[in-house]
């Protein structure tokens, strides 16, 4: 879809191009009018001139004096002409020199316009007046050329578009600065909800124009109800995990009771369901006691909850010489829950410690995403058994204690970040490579 800002300036580009447009066709159509009617009205006048100088002597016959016109009339293809009709007499003024006008007689008080070709393809516009004087019919003419005009038509139209584009140019640039400014608070709401993204801020400012402003509100006020809900959520599944844990000790001080001291294989079947129970409350109430501690999208800081991972791995398996690589690439990020986080590289790198012989890989990077690939040198696991891993309580290996819930729980945990969880074996170790890639749009 077409962004805001490109549709306000195209649209407003629209609109000057056509709004000049419009003004330049009414200003050539006015000027053109304007130069007609004026250069009409004197060519009037000028037949009228001409009438003034017409003289006829006893015989009748028809003279102008050149004496009281313009000296326009005797100089050749000057570009102004007269002629005057009475019947078959016909006068030229000198100007004309051999050519002659395309006139029609005009009734008397009568007057007509024509556009006529004149001597050395001039362009002519002609006035012919009908009078009478001394009681003789005559048609007067009077022809300018309209050459010179109609350049400087021309020269003022050519002006104009040069003004008119320069101004154009100048008015998008001017409104695309506008625009860009008024425009602003949303590149700043824009940096605002990427920063929340990141859990740098815990709302949006709801400053800004009035238009956009009830947008904020919603969206701060769907934040403190995300958060709220989430924080009620977690309390109530905490205290339902509490109340479990308290009926499930009741359960096994009856597992443990002495009515079943003599039925062992009965209160083995009590107690292991139990204990698997018992693992999964705990994990809860961990994730309830962090809720509200975090904002949505807050940054992990990675290095660091790695390094204390591995410490506690370390610690843990204390009694194997184990050697723990981990590597973490300057651009990656996980914007989830942090407990998720700990939980989910909790589990593999238990995992990977209590099966390795004495070496763990972990990497971290950014890929559409996070990828974390954890891999050991131990046994490995068969190809038949490698998609059973994550099924809660499967084991590959009964040789080591274990609940079979690990990788289960990193599964679950996976599947909430819509991610994928896949397993093969190591090229480099020999042992299980688990890679986890969690998608870039469920981490913020």
């Known amino acids: 879809m077409r962004s805001i800002r490109s549709r306000l300036l195209i649209g407003l580009t629209l609109v000057l191009a056509l709004l000049l447009l419009g003004q330049w066709l009414w200003l ?38 050149p004496s009281g016109l313009g000296s326009s009339y005797q100089r050749v293809f000057s570009g102004l002409y007269y002629t005057v009709k009475q019947n078959d007499q016909q006068i030229y ?7 002659e006008l395309a006139t029609e007689a005009v009734v008397s008080g009568q007057r007509k316009t024509d556009y006529l070709p004149g001597p050395q393809e001039q362009s002519l516009l002609a006035v012919s007046a009908g009078y009478q004087k001394q009681g003789r019919r005559l048609t007067v003419t009077v022809a300018e050329d309209i050459r010179p005009m109609q350049r400087e038509k021309q020269q ?10 320069v101004g154009l140019l100048l008015l998008i640039l001017l409104q695309a600065v ?3 400014r008024a425009l602003d608070p949303l590149k700043q709401t824009r940096k605002q909800l990427i920063r929340l993204s990141r859990g740098e801020i815990s709302e949006i400012s709801e400053q800004g124009p009035a238009e956009i402003q009830p947008l904020l509100s919603e969206l701060n006020r769907l934040m403190t109800s995300m958060v709220a809900k989430t924080r009620r959520s977690r309390q109530a599944l905490g205290n339902l995990a509490h109340r479990l844990k308290t009926q499930l000790s009741l359960l096994n001080q009856v597992a443990e009771s002495d009515a079943l001291q003599e039925r062992p294989a009965v209160r083995d079947q009590i107690q292991q369901p139990a204990a698997d129970i018992r693992h999964i409350i705990d994990r809860e109430l961990k994730r309830a006691r962090v ?3 975090t904002l949505p999208g807050k940054g992990v800081d990675l290095p660091a909850l790695v390094e204390q991972l591995v410490d506690t791995i370390k610690l843990i398996y204390r ?6 690589d981990w590597q973490i ?5 996980f914007n989830g829950d942090r407990e998720d986080l700990l939980e989910l590289l909790g589990n593999l790198l238990d995992n990977a410690a209590k099966w390795c012989q004495s070496q763990i890989k972990l990497s971290i990077s950014q890929e559409q995403g996070l990828k974390l690939v954890v891999a050991d040198d131990g046994p490995g696991c068969d190809v038949q058994d490698l998609s059973s891993l994550s099924q809660r309580g499967f084991r590959a290996d009964e040789s080591l204690p274990g609940s079979g819930l690990g990788l289960a729980i990193v599964w679950d945990i996976v599947e909430s970040y819509s991610g994928k969880l896949e397993f093969e074996r190591d090229s480099v170790m020999g042992g299980l490579q688990v890679t986890v890639h969690l998608q870039a749009e469920s981490l913020t």
């Open 28 to 65: 050539t159509l006015t000027i053109d009018r304007l130069i007609e009617k004026q250069l009409i009205t004197r060519l009037q006048e000028e037949t009228e001139s001409v009438l003034a100088n017409i003289q006829f002597d006893p015989q009748g016959m028809m003279t102008v004096d």
């Open 93 to 99: 003024s000198r100007s004309l020199w051999d050519s």
């Open 156 to 165: 003022l139209q050519w002006m104009f578009k040069l003004i008119s584009a």
């Open 178 to 180: 506008i625009i860009n």
């Open 291 to 293: 809720a509200g501690l």
């Open 319 to 324: 009694d194997k010489s184990m050697q723990v």
């Open 329 to 333: 690439s300057q651009d990656a990020r």
